[in-house]
C-alpha cells in the first residue's frame, strides 16, 4: 500500500502548486467527504480538453495540471492522485480503451477511430476498498452536452459517464482495461498511443492533419 502513497517524478504532490490546491480544503471534513471535495474540484476547476494534448514528460506532472486551466483525462487523473496522496489517502492510476468519448466527434475525426486509447482514470482507497473514479469531465462540458455530470458520493465506483443525451441507459464502453500503476507508465503509454495512431506521429503527414499531440 505504500507505494501507493508516495511522491513520484509524475504524482509529485509535494510540489508547492499542488500543495496550494490544499488551501481551501476544509480539514474537519471526514476523509470521505475530503476525497468528494477533491474530487470535484479537479473535475470541475479544469475544463476538459482532449484537442490538443502534450504528453511531453514535463506536462504529466501532477503540478503541470494544476497550474493550468484546462487538461485531458490523464493530467487530471493524475492531478487528483497527487491531491488525495497528498492527504495520506492511498491512490493509484488506471487506463482503459474506450469507445464514444463524451463530446469527441471531432477528435474521432483527428484520430481516426471512436477508440480512445490510454484514457485514463484513477481509483481511491477509502473504507478498504478501492474505488474507480473517472474525473474528466467537468459539469459546465456536461451541462452542453445535456447529459449528468458523474458524480462520486465516496463509496461508489463513478466511471460510467453518460455520452448519449437522448437515452438515460447509455455509457461510455471499456473496451480494454491496461490495469492499476502506482505512478504514470510514460513510456508503455507512448507505445499504445503511438500503436493506435500512427498517423499521428508520422512526420510525412501535414501537421494539421495529425495535431493532437505534443510529443517533441
Sequence with gaps: MQKYLQDTYFIDFKHPVVQAELDDLDKSLSIKNQCIYLYNKVRDGYKYYPYYMDIRKPAMKASYQASQSRGYCT????????????ISVPARLQFFIVRNHLGTGKLEEILKTD?????????VYLNQTWIKLSPAFDASLCSKLKVKPLDFDGTNDAIFQEFDSSDSSTYMEYIHDYGEFADFPYEFALEELKKYY???????????????????
Design 75 to 86: 493530467q487530471k487523473a493524475i492531478l487528483l492522485v497527487a491531491l488525495y496522496r497528498a
Design 115 to 123: 477508440k480512445i486509447v490510454f484514457h485514463a482514470g484513477l481509483q
Design 198 to 216: 500512427p498517423h499521428v506521429f508520422d512526420e510525412s503527414i501535414p501537421e494539421s492533419e495529425r495535431k493532437v499531440f505534443k510529443h517533441w
